[in-house]
Every structure is written in C-alpha cells, then in structure tokens.
C-alpha cells in the first residue's frame, strides 16, 4: 500500500492543524494504521492509532486529550486532528500501515508502510 501524507504547516501554541494521510493500493480496511513522529536526532514516536475498522483508538500520553485520529474507509483516508497544539509537538509526522500481528500496534517495527512525512512546526 502506498501512503501520502500532507497537511502539515506553521501554527502558533494552543492552534490547530489536521493531517490527513491518503492510501492506494490494497485494501485500506484490512490494515491498523498510525501516526508517528520524529525530531532530529531522536528516535520515531508513536504518536496514536486507529485499529482496522475505526472503533478502537489509542494514543501516546504526550497527546490524549489534544489529538483525535480517525480514518474514513469510502475516501481511503486517516486523519489527525490535533488541537491545542504546543511547541513541543514539532516534529516530521509519518503515517504508517500494520497488516496485521500485533493488537493495537505502537512500535515502529510493528508497521510495514510508511509514508513520506509532513513536517508540523508550532512557534511559542
């Protein structure tokens, strides 16, 4: 499966920005999909799920309660809504397909499909 992710951007502290992640290629419904993200010199982070049909999310503790991941099975399409927005979520964002193996994937070798990132920038 191939994944396009866009949305990113320049936002101030306490905005908001949505992230989509587009994906072609096989069936979109047949895999767990995430979001990730990385600052230079450190490692890629999980930062939420969304498993198979959409009833189960689940998110690292750095974002509950400010970021909403969702996915549309007609459109193809995941979806980060992030809210309230601090300088410390800057970071290039990688959306990411599990085909299966693990319940409710959060570690990077646990997703096989990567898309090309989005970098998300929140000035103080």
Known sequence: ???????????????????????SGRTFSNYAMGWFRQVPGKEREFVAGN????GITYYADSVKG?????RDNAKNTVYLQMNSLKP?????YYCAASSGGSLYPRRVREYDYWGQG???TVSS
């Open 1 to 23: 499966v191939q994944l396009q992710a866009y949305g990113g951007g320049l936002v101030q502290a306490g905005g908001s920005l949505r992230l989509s992640c587009a994906a």
């Open 88 to 92: 410390e979520d800057t970071a290039v």
């Open 51 to 54: 498993w198979y049909s959409g």
């Open 118 to 120: 989005t970098q998300v």
């Open 66 to 70: 400010r970021f909403t991941i969702s």
